[in-house]
């Protein structure tokens, strides 16, 4: 089975603070990706990875930035949190090469609850 | 531009009754289309997916959709659903590499 874990469930952050959110995926995947799901918007994508080191912007990358130093980890991070970033963030990872991703299933992780007071 | 609608945000049904939740899509493109689920406190996994062939396609635990070309839709249906299958519910909506999520419908099964 893949896995892909989240380093936490719940946090609590104040305005102004830098947060650091780990993703791991433990099936070799090619593709990581960091979402955001919010009441009544689904899911919207921030950043994606096809590689190590390669990262593409989502629909929403103000405000965020993201490392992938190995292949099994994606770190979305934000500068300076603010009220506005408070929302569940989803980690996923799929399978395929580049550009052949789309018709694969994505894995996602638990999720981690952020908020930013 | 690729785009997924879900018009029904909630859908209260009860128990061993039948239920459609219906999911639109525009693409200029081909396609490949998702249903995934998400039970509460969980991340979303794949119900099922449609990627070429036979329109009718059919998860382990009794749900099925049909994609439908000229109506631009891929409308999920149970014919008895469970408590247990009270959820919510994402249809997305891929071309080559990026994925696109609807909004969601909250599925909730009444005793």
């Known amino acids: 089975d893949v896995k892909v874990t989240q380093s936490s469930r719940y946090l609590v952050k104040r305005t102004g603070e830098k947060v650091f959110l780990e993703c791991v995926q433990d099936m070799d995947h090619e593709n990581m990706f960091w979402y955001r799901q919010d009441p009544g918007l689904g899911l919207r994508l921030i950043y994606f990875s096809y590689d190590v080191k390669m990262k593409e912007k989502g629909d929403i990358p103000e405000g965020y930035s993201v490392s992938r130093e190995k292949k099994e980890r994606f770190s979305l991070i934000l500068e300076s949190a603010s009220t506005n970033q408070t929302s569940m963030y989803l980690c996923?990872?799929?399978?395929?090469?580049?550009?052949?991703?789309?018709?694969?299933?994505?894995?996602f992780g638990p999720g981690t609850r952020l908020t930013v007071t | 531009a690729q785009s997924v609608t879900q018009l029904d945000s909630q859908v209260p049904v009860f128990e061993e009754a039948p239920v459609e939740l219906r999911c639109n899509y525009s693409?200029?493109?081909?396609?490949?289309l998702f249903w995934y689920v998400q039970y509460p406190n969980q991340g979303l996994q794949l119900l099922l997916k449609y990627l070429s062939g036979s329109t009718l396609v059919k998860s382990i635990n009794g749900f099925e959709a049909e994609f439908n070309k000229s109506q631009t839709s891929f409308h999920l249906r149970k014919p008895s659903v469970h408590i247990s299958d009270t959820a919510e519910y994402f249809c997305?909506?891929?071309?080559?590499?990026?994925?696109?999520f609807g909004t969601g419908t909250r599925l909730k099964v009444l005793a």
């Open positions: 693409s200029s493109v081909s396609v490949y």
């Open positions: 997305a909506v891929s071309g080559t590499y990026k994925y696109i």
């Open positions: 996923a990872s799929s399978l395929s090469e580049w550009p052949g991703q789309g018709a694969d299933e994505q894995y």
